[in-house]
């Protein structure tokens, strides 16, 4: 009986830690799926967008904490950090969109996806030079109390975490399917040759997206901040790949998708590094992985004309 | 102009030696080299080599020379700059040893450095010590180098023996990267140190993770449940503050230690108060430090203006060595190969050294035996002396 209940302490604790990195892979991931689902190339870009994200994150919670946080509350404080990143994140993926993309919308794709490569490696070193090699500390703007119910573990920023990207996703899911700027992006996805005749712009749409993803970036960067405090300029390229394989798992273009197997790789990392050592992790994590797309080449949600398209 | 004025002031010693040599009967001259980069990447560490050194010639100049056998003899200083570069530093090496004959030779600090020019000392048979350089190949095969610190696995034991001394746990659990070369020894070692202390089984859980990983989540939930009772990590500044965070959001309560791999000024501005009251072991600690010790820094700090850094406080060690070796030599005959000799000979023999980054005894290789410091971050978040720690 007691084996039993330890089991399931144990499991439930596994389970909170595979939610807070889910959530991760998640939210980054959507940023893939959806400029995928919009111009049918990958922005490889996506993992240094969440970087510099992070790091107006850090800009701005740091001056908002030494401005405000005599007098404003907390959870105010955040809410503005958060607000005002996405704001300036998303005017990064607009950069990116116009100055990297919108050149070479005609050249094969090829070039296309080395862009996004470029562009990242320009930000990890534009920041090297910036701001120096010294790592950053993400000031935490909740103070983090943790909490043990029945001998499992978890802190109020683990929770908010997991909530606030599940909100964020709401969201996302909600301006996609119920308002015109998500149905033109609808339209794009399902054909972007004939919906520019009908006069929706893809130089609007485009950016839009970018924009969209790179705000749901800064998110994540703010709370990867509050989980995993230490910056420093490659921080996006692992984290970028990971959501990368969440968007590919997830079926190319799939909002839903994308968010599911984000948690998924999330589950499957934490699990396999909690049963076996810990170099098999990743070979473990994505021979499975391997398998579900041998099955499913798709992905979970893939539509069906894709992969006639394009890549 | 330095390396000019450098060269003048030896060219002037040499016109000085050969002068008095001529006139009065024989005065015999010790000379000590002291390699060190004094230009390149870290001038900070030649810097302090440099002052750690003068306050060192002052004191024997304040004695009227070093007493050897009976007999005073003078002593001058030969400060080469190796520029942080391996090439440079064995020049350096072999002009002190060729043109200089100078008796012994203190330096260089990073084993960069200290490996190839280890090789020239041992060739001409010229005694060197590096005070810093931690690469077991510098000393290793050279009966002429030695080394004024311990090796980096030597914290294993060291830090194995603190814990059962001081808190008297007997189950540990490690955490540490296994894709890189220093966690990983310094794991293996800890873990071997500490099974023979408390019987196979007392390190309850093992745990690795790979180098760039942010998440621990996986392995500090075992090692949570394990039920060890206190965590070694030899990691990494910057990955400390996350470990330790996530451990105790994982109602980790125990005590969290690491090695020297910590001792970075950028650990506390990183993790802030969640470090406060952690252990570390290291080769020297300014704050709180005591004795000789604190001697030394006060009279670093009132010359320099500023604390001595390890690099300084070891190598002000290895000139006491240098000076104990000579005068344990007997005597000096003015001839340099028998001299060197003698000097090599009775650095090997020395035991129980008290220097002020601990007691040293040399081993066969050249590496001594030698206590650690381990350190508290106190709740200012400085590095304070906590004890000295044995293996």
């Not at chain 2, 050249?366 to 971050?377: E, H, R, S």
Request: with cysteine.
């Amino acid at each position: 009986m007691e084996a039993l209940i330890e089991l399931v302490q144990f499991i439930l604790q596994n389970l909170i830690n595979a939610l807070q990195r889910g959530s991760f892979y998640a939210v980054i991931s959507i940023g893939y799926s959806m400029v995928y689902g919009v111009l049918m190339l990958f922005n490889f870009a996506h993992g240094d967008i969440f970087m510099v994200a992070t790091y107006i994150g850090f800009g701005i919670a740091t001056l908002f904490l030494a401005l405000f946080s005599g007098f404003l509350p907390g959870p105010l404080i955040f809410l503005a950090t958060i607000v005002i990143t996405m704001f300036l994140a998303s005017w990064i993926g607009v950069f990116v969109e116009v100055a990297g993309y919108r050149p070479l919308r005609s050249a094969p794709r090829a070039s296309a996806a080395i862009t996004g490569l470029m562009i990242g490696i320009i930000f990890e070193t534009g920041i090297l030079i910036l701001l120096g090699a010294k790592r950053l500390s993400f000031p935490p703007l909740m103070e983090s109390i943790a909490y043990n119910v029945g001998g499992v573990y978890f802190t109020n920023v683990k929770v908010m975490i997991i909530i606030i990207s599940l909100l964020l996703m709401l969201a996302l899911h909600t301006f996609i399917q119920k308002t015109k700027w998500g149905m033109a992006m609808r339209a794009m996805s399902y054909d972007f040759l004939a919906v520019p005749l009908m006069g929706v712009s893809i130089n609007v749409i485009a950016p839009l997206t970018f924009a969209v993803g790179a705000g749901l970036a800064a998110v994540a960067g703010i709370l990867y901040g509050q989980a995993y405090p230490i910056l420093d300029p490659y921080m996006g390229v692992i984290i970028g790949w990971k959501a990368f394989v969440a968007a590919i798992l997830g079926g190319r273009g799939s909002i839903k998708g994308a968010a599911l197997a984000g948690y998924l790789i999330g589950f499957i990392e934490i699990f396999v590094a909690t049963i076996f050592p810990s170099t098999l992790r990743d070979l473990i994590a994505y021979s499975i992985i391997l398998l579900i797309l041998t099955y499913r080449p798709r992905g979970f949600f893939g539509m069906e004309h894709s992969t006639k398209l394009r890549l | 102009m330095k390396k000019i004025a450098c060269l003048v002031i030896v060219a002037f010693a040499f016109g000085m030696m050969f002068s008095t040599s001529a006139f009065s009967a024989r005065e015999t001259i010790i000379k000590i080299g002291i390699n060190a980069p004094m230009t390149g990447d870290i001038p900070k560490v030649g810097e302090g080599s440099k002052y750690a050194a003068m306050l060192w010639l002052e004191d024997i100049e304040k004695a009227g020379g070093l007493e050897v056998g009976g007999k005073k003899y003078k002593v001058e200083l030969v400060i080469e700059d190796n520029e942080s570069k391996a090439e440079s530093a064995v020049k350096a090496n072999t002009k002190m040893i060729s043109q200089d004959d100078v008796l012994a030779i203190v330096g260089p600090q990073s084993s960069k450095q200290a490996i190839p020019a280890g090789e020239v000392a041992n060739k001409y048979k010229t005694v060197m010590i590096s005070p810093w350089s931690t690469n077991p190949s510098t000393t290793l095969d050279r009966p002429y180098v030695f080394r004024g610190c311990f090796l980096d696995p030597f914290q294993g034991p060291v830090v194995a023996n603190f814990i059962t001394d001081e808190f008297g746990f007997t189950k540990a659990a490690v955490l540490y990267d296994v894709a890189s070369d220093y966690p990983k020894g310094l794991a293996e070692v800890f873990k071997e140190a500490w099974e023979k202390k408390h019987g196979p089984g007392s390190i309850v859980a093992y745990q690795s993770f790979t180098t760039k990983d942010t998440d621990f989540s996986s392995q500090l939930t075992q090692i949570v449940k394990s039920g060890a009772q206190v965590l070694f990590t030899p990691q990494y500044y910057n990955e400390i503050p996350l470990i330790v965070r996530q451990a105790k959001d994982l109602g980790w309560k125990g005590p969290i230690v690491g090695s020297d791999s910590w001792g970075s000024a950028e650990l506390v501005d990183l993790c802030g108060e969640a470090c406060y009251g952690l252990f570390f072991s290291t080769h020297y600690a300014a704050a709180g430090a005591k004795g000789a010790t604190k001697a030394f820094i006060d009279r670093y700090n009132t010359a320099y203006g500023y604390v001595p850094d390890d690099v300084a406080a070891l190598t002000w060690d290895a000139l006491l060595l240098v000076q104990q070796a000579i005068q344990d030599a007997g005597k000096i005959t003015g001839k340099i190969e028998t001299d060197r000799t003698a000097v090599r000979d009775s650095l090997a023999k020395i035991k129980n050294f008290a220097g002020i980054t601990g007691n040293m005894t040399f081993t066969e290789e050249g590496d001594p035996i030698k206590c650690a410091v381990i350190v508290k971050i106190n709740d200012k978040g400085e590095f304070e002396f906590y004890k000295s720690s044995c293996p």
